[in-house]
């Protein structure tokens, strides 16, 4: 097992080594103008840090209005602060965030674009337990650092079924994540299929 997972260490260095080099040339065959646009990656990074950013402080003032709410009586500001950071800490629903129901792959591809947003310090990603005792796992923006956060490595298996179940246990119905369109792999539509 150790070395399947050093081999895919590799392969996935080389790979990015790839990427990159594709990615000079074009830029160079494409001129300065190409090297402005966003690639389909970084766009989705960009939707998917936006999304959390929004979600996140939707979720950070309906709490707050919930705590206020069941409060006796008015909140001294130190009280107030000390709320407000416990309810930064706690983040979102990782699941109805990242989850796209409509779409396993758009799922998975979620996924890993956040991947990358946990790398670079802007996102952070965790497993709670609710008041029911069952784990949970939350993400929440967080605030980039100078230096780049210690790296780690996680694994995700997530198969079609596990999807399914998990979007059924979490009562999914809408992604936070828009769901994207416009795939050039996407099936012709009905209109457009020619009848034979």
Known sequence: ERKQ?????????????EEEDEAAQAKEKNGPAAADKLSAVE??????SKTLSKRCKE????????????????MDKETKEKYIKNIKKEGIC??????????FTQTVENIFHFSFLVKKGAAGIKVV????GHCRPMVRATARADKQPEARQTIV??????????????????????HRTGS???PPSSSKRRST
Not at 5 to 17: P, S
Not at 43 to 48: A, D, E, G, R, W
Not at 59 to 74: C, L, T
């Open 157 to 178: 298996a997530l198969s079609m079924k596990d999807w399914r179940n998990m979007v059924h246990a979490y009562n999914v119905e809408n992604c936070d994540i828009p």
């Open 5 to 17: 997972m050093e081999d895919m260490e590799v392969k996935q260095e080389e790979d990015e080594e």
């Open 43 to 48: 766009q989705s990074m960009k939707v998917i």
């Open 184 to 186: 050039r792999h996407a």
């Open 94 to 103: 990782a699941v109805k965030y990242m989850f796209n129901p409509k779409s």
């Open 59 to 74: 979720e950070e003032i309906s709490k707050m209005k919930a705590v206020e709410e069941s409060a006796s009586g008015p």
């Open 129 to 132: 337990k609710d008041d029911n």
